[in-house]
């Protein structure tokens, strides 16, 4: 019973949660009151006076019942675990008494804090504090362990952020030793006289192409067209493993991180950047160990044969996006003169891209139109213009490489039938994939397709179609209608059994091309060395069952990381975005419907700004909604709002803790 496994119930009887309608799992308070919590039966919603006392990230016991519509609805009997010992935010007052509410709006808990604990904090500091004693009506005591300074200090927007989300950012002293035993240089004809294996590529013409502003380059290419006539592509990745040994201090602090994040202002890496930046980043007319993998792949975009080994290279151009898109598209010739060497094979990895990209939609690759936006900042950490990234030719050609070197190499270790990580994409489930096709309805959008196989090529097909090059507004529709499909697809995720990845219509897949910046690609090249290449990577007597235990942790733990660090880099944009339409309140803008929920619509500016509709701020009428359709109907039929709908809005107020934007409907435009 302490182990949370069994309960007993007021006559002293004991068995499992099952037999007693009960259930354990974590909360999540939203905004309205009312609470879900996750369990293994799925979502068990709770109403806002049967939550008793519980907050989010609360570990809680919850009796469950169906309700009329055979929904799990329920209410906590037990808080099992406290998770939340330390929150992060400003100090403020409350009649008189010093009070701190968590930068992060989920947690909503108001801790006291005494005068004698506040380490002379003073109202708008940005403080840590621990929390001594919690009481039932959602507030605490606490004390102040930590002040980091005025909340308008630049950048500590986003580091108290940071500092909410549990995201490490210092790196331990065991860390720091280890990192000082590492060389900055390597000695290259030592280590190739040491093992005859690792071959000497320094005089191959490679190149990494990356944006401007990076730091950590992980992969670099190169391309030939061979006497076959075919190509010979090779995708050369960072050997972070040679580094960042098993089981040692920068090993055990890679795993806990399990990705880099990637902030508007910031970058917190996975590895210290002596690594990172230094001896492991591919940087120009340098000597780098890589883990290699070279395809002969036809005009048709076959890959022909493929060879994994250990080599040196020295990669012979930094180039950017920019300029080899100035090449490529837009004829610049003098960038062209500069880089005469390289700009015939270029040309070449441009149109194999090209080959390759069809290839992958014609098995039924997903091909998502995403409006993605970037962020200028001010020397000040302000947000001063929100632009979209555009993805041109230099990005596409590298995203093509990387996507046939992973499936290369997680075929080959698949055939050998040892212990590896897999990146895998589950099937839409029936349920959503029905929703989607309202949804489309509502968005005019002709759909359909004969049966379950036939499915993703359909669905690709679809997204083609609708992937035209027009002007803004039209590309926002296709972002409604491929953020809409996303949303029915499952989360791609890491494991042990491959089960293939659906939106890439791949049967066998792994990230192997970036272990600077994620951990799974680290354990992979890990596997490699061990199962591949023979060597011994771990002391343990028995290595199939080691790393077979260590490929099934790191799945579970990196896929966590990358929900957390992924809600993190969302959070931080949703505030920086709401930063930036503080100075446009009262301004009218033109949007469109991109979502429609039960407490609103929501409306998206084409700088993929978001903001909410109430049903208070929609033309004064009474509504009725159809949420599986998308749209909303007023008693007056001209009150018709649906998704898609291209609408005028006004903006009316910012919430930046809650990082919530809110609009009021001022007209649709269906005739203009």
Not at 543 to 556: M, Q, S
Request: aromatic share 8%; proline share 3%; with cysteine.
């Amino acid at each position: 019973e302490d182990e949370g496994e069994i309960t007993h119930n007021s006559r002293g009887e004991y068995a499992t949660f099952e037999k007693l309608n009960l259930a354990k799992g974590i909360i999540d308070v939203k905004d309205g009151g009312y609470a879900f919590v996750d369990t293994d039966l799925g979502g068990i919603f709770i109403k806002s006076d049967n939550i008793n006392g519980a907050i989010t990230y609360d570990e809680v016991l919850v009796e469950y019942y169906l309700d009329n519509l055979g929904r799990y609805e329920g209410k906590v009997v037990k808080i099992i675990k406290r998770n939340t010992r330390v929150i992060i935010g400003p100090v403020s007052r409350l009649r008189q008494k010093a009070i701190v509410r968590s930068i992060d709006s989920k947690i909503k808990l108001l801790v006291f804090i005494k005068e004698k604990d506040l380490k002379k904090a003073k109202v708008n500091d940005i403080v840590k504090v621990e929390i001594t004693e919690y009481f039932p009506n959602m507030t605490a005591d606490g004390k102040v362990v930590e002040v980091y300074g005025n909340k308008h200090l630049p950048g500590l927007d986003i580091t108290s952020m940071v500092l909410s989300s549990g995201v490490p950012v210092e790196f331990p002293e065991d860390v720091r030793k280890e990192i000082k035993t590492i060389p900055n240089k390597i000695d290259s004809e030592a280590i190739l006289q040491k093992n005859s294996k690792i071959r000497d590529l320094r005089d191959k013409l490679i190149i990494t192409i990356d944006g401007d502003d990076a730091k950590d380059l992980d992969d670099a290419i190169s391309l030939e067209y061979n006497d076959s006539g075919n190509y010979h592509l090779g995708v050369y990745i960072a050997d972070v493993s040679h580094y960042v040994q098993e089981k040692s201090p920068l090993d055990t602090e890679a795993l806990n991180r399990g990705t880099s994040v990637y902030l508007p202002d910031r970058v917190i890496p996975m590895l210290p950047k002596e690594l990172s930046n230094g001896i492991c980043s591919l940087n120009e007319k340098v000597d780098r160990l890589v883990m290699a993998c070279e395809m002969e792949i036809d005009n048709d975009g076959k890959i022909i044969n493929h060879d994994i080994f250990e080599a040196i290279i020295n990669n012979k151009h930094r180039m950017t996006y920019s300029n080899v898109n100035a090449m490529l598209e837009d004829k610049n010739q003098a960038i062209r003169d500069a880089y005469f060497d390289i700009y015939p094979m270029l040309k070449q990895m441009n149109e194999l891209a090209k080959t390759l990209r069809n290839k992958r939609i014609k098995r039924g690759s997903f091909e998502f139109e995403s409006l993605e936006p970037r962020l200028i900042l001010d020397q000040n950490g302000k947000v001063v213009d929100i632009v979209l990234r555009k993805q041109r030719s230099a990005e596409k050609l590298i995203e093509e490489f990387m996507l046939v070197a992973n499936e290369s190499v997680a075929e080959k270790m698949s055939w050998l039938d040892v212990p590896f990580l897999y990146r895998v994409h589950d099937e839409p489930d029936e349920a959503r994939l029905n929703l989607f096709m309202n949804r489309l309805k509502t968005l005019k959008q002709e759909f359909s397709y004969k049966n379950k196989t036939a499915l993703p090529k359909a669905l690709q097909q679809f997204l083609l179609d609708t992937n035209a090059e027009e002007n803004t507004l039209e590309k926002t529709t296709k972002s409604v209608i491929s953020n809409t499909l996303l949303r029915t697809m499952a989360k791609a995720k890491y494991q042990e059994i491959n089960i293939g990845h659906y939106g890439l219509a791949s049967k066998c897949y792994t990230h192997f091309t970036s272990p600077i910046r994620r951990y799974p690609d680290l354990l992979v090249h890990r596997l490699m060395k061990q199962f591949l290449f023979n060597h011994q990577e771990t002391t343990e007597v028995d290595p199939v069952g080691y790393f077979t235990i260590k490929v099934h942790e790191t799945g579970l733990s990196s896929s966590a990381s990358e929900k957390t660090a992924e809600n993190l880099e969302r959070s931080t944009v949703d505030m920086k975005k709401c930063e930036y339409m503080e100075k446009y309140i009262g301004n009218v803008f033109t949007g469109m419907v991109s979502s429609v929920v039960n407490w609103g619509l929501y409306v998206t500016l084409d700088n993929t700004v978001e903001g909410l509709v109430r049903f208070d701020d929609l033309p004064h009428d009474y509504y009725e909604i159809d949420e599986t359709a998308g749209i909303i109907y007023g008693s007056n039929k001209s009150h018709i709002f649906k998704l898609g709908d291209i609408v005028r809005v006004k903006l009316v107020d910012v919430n930046q803790s809650k990082k919530q934007i809110t609009f009021r409907m001022m007209r649709k435009l269906e005739n203009e």
